[in-house]
């Protein structure tokens, strides 16, 4: 509502009047990309404590939305994935565990696709430095990626919890960093399933070739069609 204030009432009306009632097919064109990242996001799960698909689905859908509307990065809409699911009946050690790793699959992802763009921006001969760049960017993720997989085996959590009690001495805390350790068993545990792993990358990276239909259509709203090639 600010945004929209500040930046005029009229501007902004004018911006979605150019857009036409096609815009409103742009959610509807999403869903197919949401509906993946839950199911994707359920395989996380053993499957005697899977939650419904539907409350997958429903806390996917309020945590994009809490990513979209606030200044909370992508992290905030973790946190309010994991809550969705303990309000839904999950424990809460499974929901902390599956927004991790589930966040970890969401990397994975970004990184072949951001390889797979590096690689057609090259063969369209696009000028070497931003081709250069691109893959410099890549390679970065790609690290990161690496370096958090590695301290949630070497148990990440634990760690922390182990470093915050040496400077709170609170009386409570040795429980804190007891389940901060379970925590962390239980993500290993998760990355044993190797095979629950592939299926959530392979369906998360289908699902996010779906964003393709939602950007056509947008350019196509706005008059700039793109074709394939």
Same mark, same amino acid.
């Given at each position: 509502?600010?945004? &929209?204030?500040?930046?005029?009432?009229?501007? !902004?009306?004018?911006?979605? $009047?150019?857009? +036409?009632? #096609? @815009? *409103?097919?742009?959610?509807?064109?999403?869903?197919?990309?949401?509906?993946?990242?839950?199911?994707?996001?359920?395989?996380?799960?053993?499957?005697?404590?899977?939650?419904?698909?539907?409350?997958?689905?429903?806390?996917?859908?309020?945590?994009?939305?809490?990513?979209?509307?606030?200044?909370?990065?992508?992290?905030?809409?973790?946190?309010?994935?994991?809550?969705?699911?303990?309000?839904?009946?999950?424990?809460?050690?499974?929901?902390?565990?599956?927004?991790? &790793?589930?966040?970890?699959?969401?990397?994975? !992802?970004?990184?072949?696709? $951001?390889?797979? +763009?590096? #690689? @057609? *921006?090259?063969?369209?001969?696009?000028?070497?430095?931003?081709?250069?760049?691109?893959?410099?960017?890549?390679?970065?993720?790609?690290?990161?990626?690496?370096?958090?997989?590695?301290?949630?085996?070497?148990?990440?959590?634990?760690?922390?919890?182990?470093?915050?009690?040496?400077?709170?001495?609170?009386?409570?805390?040795?429980?804190?960093?007891?389940?901060?350790?379970?925590?962390?068993?239980?993500?290993?545990?998760?990355?044993?399933?190797?095979?629950?792993?592939?299926?959530?990358?392979?369906?998360?990276?289908?699902?996010?070739?779906?964003?393709?239909?939602?950007?056509?259509?947008?350019?196509?709203?706005?008059?700039?069609?793109?074709?394939?090639?």
């Amino acid at each position: 509502l600010a945004l &929209v204030v500040t930046q005029g009432l009229a501007t !902004v009306a004018t911006a979605l $009047g150019e857009l +036409g009632a #096609g @815009v *409103l097919l742009l959610p509807a064109v999403y869903l197919p990309h949401v509906a993946g990242a839950a199911l994707s996001w359920s395989q996380l799960f053993l499957p005697s404590r899977r939650p419904a698909f539907t409350v997958a689905l429903r806390a996917i859908w309020i945590g994009l939305s809490t990513e979209m509307m606030l200044p909370a990065a992508t992290i905030g809409s973790e946190f309010v994935k994991a809550r969705m699911l303990m309000r839904a009946g999950v424990r809460g050690g499974d929901a902390a565990t599956s927004v991790v &790793v589930d966040k970890t699959v969401q990397t994975m !992802v970004l990184v072949v696709w $951001g390889l797979i +763009g590096v #690689g @057609v *921006l090259a063969s369209t001969h696009a000028d070497s430095r931003i081709v250069l760049t691109a893959l410099i960017g890549a390679g970065l993720l790609a690290a990161g990626l690496a370096g958090f997989v590695v301290a949630q085996h070497a148990g990440l959590f634990g760690f922390l919890a182990g470093l915050a009690g040496k400077a709170v001495h609170a009386s409570a805390w040795p429980a804190v960093i007891d389940n901060a350790a379970d925590l962390d068993a239980t993500i290993r545990g998760v990355y044993g399933r190797k095979l629950s792993i592939l299926r959530a990358c392979l369906i998360r990276f289908f699902s996010r070739s779906m964003l393709f239909a939602e950007l056509w259509l947008a350019a196509y709203l706005m008059g700039q069609a793109v074709t394939p090639l």
